[in-house]
């Protein structure tokens, strides 16, 4: 079930698209905008995070809320993430641990386990068709966590739900370069081929090359371990 803060957040998207809130616009303060979404600050401050991140809203310290056009934005100007985690440090990790995720999850993979990841694949691919990006970034987060969980280690799914929060911030990254907006996908594509195909090294290869890929759309460059 969607978060309250993932709700606002859907909210806001569709009164940005439809122009309501138009490009450059500042938003509301957070007291009435809180107000008319009927939802508490906090919920309403994690909801202009995940946009802020998507490349939807830009936050400028004792201004405001700007809408932005989108674009790809420089990595020293990105949004601050969870816990202030710096991007290339979320990136370095889930290279150290989505390959072998993605390898495991093709060596031992179930026909529910494929349906699942060819669900996420399918409402991803849904979400961008309508330039949904939260959609698009949430069905995005729940494709990782899904290697994830069917890779058959409690360990290594333990870590990535710890870590669940950085790794939603560093999914929604990307998004914001609209002149790449299906290559998430079609990356994802290439992982869930390798998986189908019982190929363990090949579905290795095809997250690192997905993770390599997503940081550099977003200007990112981390030391391959």
Same mark, same amino acid.
């Given at each position: 079930?969607?978060?309250?803060?993932?709700?606002? $957040?859907?909210?806001?998207?569709?009164?940005?698209?439809? /122009?309501?809130?138009?490009?450059?616009?500042?938003?509301?303060?957070?007291?009435?905008? +809180?107000?008319?979404?009927?939802?508490?600050?906090?919920?309403?401050?994690?909801?202009?995070?995940?946009?802020?991140?998507?490349?939807?809203?830009?936050?400028?310290?004792?201004? /405001?809320?700007?809408?932005? +056009?989108? /674009?790809?934005?420089?990595?020293?100007?990105?949004?601050?993430?969870?816990?202030?985690?710096?991007?290339?440090?979320?990136?370095?990790?889930?290279?150290?641990?989505?390959? $072998?995720?993605?390898?495991?999850?093709?060596?031992?993979?179930?026909?529910?386990?494929?349906?699942?990841? *060819?669900?996420?694949?399918?409402?991803?691919?849904?979400?961008?068709?309508?330039?949904?990006?939260?959609?698009?970034?949430? +069905?995005?987060?729940?494709?990782?966590?899904?290697?994830?969980?069917? +890779?058959?280690?409690?360990?290594?799914?333990?870590?990535?739900?710890?870590? *669940?929060?950085?790794?939603?911030?560093?999914?929604?990254?990307?998004?914001?370069?609209?002149?790449?907006?299906?290559?998430?996908?079609?990356?994802?594509? $290439?992982?869930?081929?390798?998986?189908?195909?019982?190929?363990?090294?090949?579905?290795?290869?095809?997250?690192?090359?997905?993770?390599?890929?997503?940081? /550099?759309?977003?200007?990112?460059?981390?030391?391959?371990?």
């Amino acid at each position: 079930m969607p978060s309250v803060s993932h709700i606002a $957040a859907q909210t806001l998207q569709r009164r940005i698209l439809d /122009g309501h809130y138009a490009a450059g616009a500042t938003l509301p303060g957070q007291r009435e905008l +809180s107000e008319s979404l009927g939802i508490s600050r906090a919920s309403l401050r994690e909801a202009i995070s995940m946009l802020e991140a998507l490349g939807l809203l830009r936050a400028q310290p004792g201004k /405001g809320v700007f809408v932005t +056009s989108g /674009g790809q934005v420089a990595a020293a100007d990105l949004p601050a993430g969870p816990n202030a985690m710096p991007p290339d440090a979320i990136f370095q990790m889930r290279y150290v641990i989505e390959p $072998a995720s993605a390898a495991l999850t093709a060596g031992r993979r179930s026909a529910d386990e494929l349906a699942a990841l *060819q669900h996420c694949q399918a409402e991803m691919t849904r979400a961008l068709d309508s330039g949904d990006l939260v959609g698009a970034a949430d +069905s995005d987060l729940r494709f990782h966590l899904a290697l994830a969980d069917f +890779s058959g280690n409690p360990a290594l799914a333990a870590i990535t739900r710890q870590f *669940q929060p950085q790794l939603a911030y560093s999914l929604r990254l990307p998004f914001a370069d609209r002149s790449h907006l299906w290559q998430p996908a079609d990356e994802h594509a $290439a992982i869930l081929a390798a998986v189908s195909a019982g190929n363990a090294a090949a579905a290795r290869a095809a997250m690192a090359r997905h993770l390599d890929s997503a940081a /550099g759309r977003v200007g990112i460059r981390f030391s391959h371990p």
